[in-house]
């Protein structure tokens, strides 16, 4: 992988790494089917706004497919991430959501857009590994709530793995912009019905307008787009490969924000994480230099 594309999933991990905080803060108020429906339809006008300045069509005539990856990778995703915040931290969550990066492995080797290698595996084994020391789980009670939640981000978890190999394949049809808009639109129209349900017992506070805001502006709309980019020259289990990292930076956010003190755990998890990510991504940061000593006579 090139190293301008594994800075992006950088990137996009320290976005998404945030969402977690914003989802904990603002479901209690406003309620999970508000809060997905809210957050999906800010990245929708953000995304038509878009296509609009682009003048890019919309892909009606993919709308099946655009709706079964906006159903796995944005409405139900949202949804059971948004229902789980009630019961779990959001470094729970964030852990439980590294699980989308095996989901997607076998999805893509499955599929054939991928191929399992030893070396993959390894990486998810260091990821999962470091996302268990930066995290550093706590005592939580076990009730029959908190099982339910943490299997509803594993859920949504396998929901993103499963959708990976399915965005990749779109993109030979469609342009990155043109799908994240479509999912979005698609799945917007799936959660309206649950969100004017709920909607009388909402709670709309600041903090809670200004997290939907730069979730659906930012960790969805824009990053998803730049997300399908990325996803045009790499695999989807490489183009998965941020899951590890959300939770260093949902760790760092949390320390600069909201005062949580660091422990060691999080520089050797940090640098398992890393690791995780360069082995999946066959990232080398060396290769550069290595081909051109190679080229010299």
Request: aromatic letters at 10%; proline letters at 5%; one cysteine or more.
């Amino acid at each position: 992988m090139k190293t301008k594309y594994f800075l992006q999933l950088v990137v996009l991990s320290a976005l998404w790494g945030a969402s977690f905080m914003l989802i904990r803060m603002a479901s209690p108020v406003l309620g999970p089917n508000v809060l997905a429906a809210a957050r999906i339809g800010m990245a929708t006008i953000t995304l038509a706004i878009l296509m609009r300045a682009m003048r890019y069509a919309w892909p009606l005539q993919h709308w099946k497919e655009l709706a079964l990856i906006g159903a796995l990778s944005v409405a139900a995703p949202f949804l059971l991430f948004a229902w789980a915040a009630l019961q779990l931290p959001a470094g729970y969550s964030a852990l439980l959501n590294s699980t989308a990066v095996v989901f997607g492995m076998f999805a893509s080797a499955w599929l054939k857009e991928d191929t399992l290698t030893v070396r993959k595996v390894l990486g998810c084994v260091c990821g999962f590994s470091g996302v268990a020391l930066i995290v550093g789980l706590g005592p939580v009670q076990l009730t029959l709530d908190v099982v339910l939640a943490a299997l509803a981000c594993v859920a949504a978890s396998a929901c993103y793995g499963f959708s990976a190999p399915l965005m990749k394949r779109a993109i030979t049809r469609m342009q990155p912009l043109q799908i994240a808009a479509g999912i979005h639109a698609a799945a917007l129209v799936m959660l309206l019905p649950g969100a004017a349900w709920s909607l009388p017992q909402a709670h709309f506070t600041p903090v809670a307008l200004f997290a939907v805001l730069v979730m659906g502006v930012v960790t969805s709309g824009l990053a998803y787009w730049a997300h399908l980019r990325i996803l045009q020259h790499v695999t989807p289990v490489a183009a998965m490969s941020p899951t590890f990292m959300i939770p260093v930076f949902g760790v760092l956010w949390g320390s600069v924000f909201l005062g949580e003190q660091l422990s060691a755990g999080i520089f050797a998890g940090g640098a398992l994480v890393l690791l995780a990510s360069a082995l999946i991504t066959n990232f080398n940061p060396w290769q550069r230099w290595l081909d051109a000593a190679d080229a010299k006579p």
